[in-house]
T-cell receptor
C-alpha cells in the first residue's frame, strides 16, 4: 500500500458505457495527477491538479473528464471510449519536500479494457 | 521539458552491483534528477533524487556528474526483486510540476 489508492483495479466497459475511476490519497499532498500507460509506450501525463485547480491538460480527448473535488480525491470520468483507450491508468500525488524536490507517489493503477 | 536518454535494457547477475546510466544534456539549473522504478503489475515507485551532490539512501545511490549532464543510479547488490523498469526523469521544485517519463531501462537480474 503506497498511500495512494485507486479503484477499481480492473474495469471492462463497452464503448457506449459511462464509468469513473477514483483515486484517493491521505498523504496530505496538494498536487494530484492522472497518467496513462499503454502497452509498450512510456507513461503519458494526462492531467495535473494543484490545490484542486487544473494546471495541466495534456491535449487529452474530451471523452476523458477529470474532477478534483478536494486535495485528497481525484476522479477520471469516462464516456464513449474507444478500444485504443485500453490501458493502465495511474494516479499520483506529490508534495514538495524540504529538499525542494517534487516527488510523486503513485497508486497501483486501474487496468481499463474497452470492448 | 528537458529530456533524458537511457539504454533500453540492461542485464545483471544477482548480488552484483548495477550501474544504470542516464544522459540529460539539456538539464536546467533548477531541474532535480529523479529515479523511479516500476515493478511488474505495479505503479512506479520513487527510488532517489538529487540536484548536484551524490546521494545515498536505503534503496540506492545516485552519482551526478560535475556538469550535471549525466547521472548514474547504483544498486549495490542486485536482487531478483530489483528486476524492473528504471526511469530517470527531470523535474522542478513546484508541486504540480509535471514529470515527463521516457522509455526507461528494463533491468533483468539473473540468478
Amino acid at each position: 500500500e503506497t498511500g495512494v489508492t485507486q479503484t477499481p483495479r480492473h474495469l471492462v466497459m463497452g464503448m457506449t458505457n459511462k464509468k469513473s475511476l477514483k483515486c484517493e490519497q491521505h498523504l496530505g499532498h496538494n498536487a494530484m495527477y492522472w497518467y496513462k500507460q499503454s502497452a509498450k509506450k512510456p507513461l503519458e501525463l494526462m492531467f495535473v491538479y494543484n490545490f484542486k485547480e487544473q494546471t495541466e491538460n495534456n491535449s487529452v480527448p474530451s471523452r476523458f473528464s477529470p474532477e478534483c473535488p478536494n486535495s485528497s480525491h481525484l476522479f477520471l470520468h469516462l464516456h464513449t471510449l474507444q478500444p485504443e483507450d485500453s490501458a493502465l491508468y495511474l494516479c499520483a500525488s506529490s508534495q514538495v519536500l524540504s529538499s525542494g524536490a517534487n516527488v510523486l507517489t503513485f497508486g497501483a493503477g486501474s487496468r481499463l479494457t474497452v470492448l | 521539458d528537458a529530456k533524458t536518454t537511457q539504454p533500453n535494457s540492461m542485464e545483471s547477475n544477482e548480488e552484483e552491483p548495477v550501474h544504470l546510466p542516464c544522459n540529460h544534456s539539456t538539464i536546467s539549473g533548477t531541474d532535480y534528477i529523479h529515479w523511479y522504478r516500476q515493478l511488474p503489475s505495479q505503479g512506479p515507485e520513487y527510488v532517489i533524487h538529487g540536484l548536484t551532490s551524490n546521494v545515498n539512501n536505503r534503496m540506492a545511490s545516485l552519482a551526478i556528474a560535475e556538469d550535471r549532464k549525466s547521472s548514474t543510479l547504483i544498486l549495490h547488490r542486485a536482487t531478483l526483486r530489483d528486476a524492473a523498469v528504471y526511469y530517470c526523469i527531470l523535474g522542478g521544485n513546484n508541486a504540480g510540476n509535471m514529470l515527463t517519463f521516457g522509455g526507461g531501462t528494463r533491468l533483468m537480474v539473473k540468478p
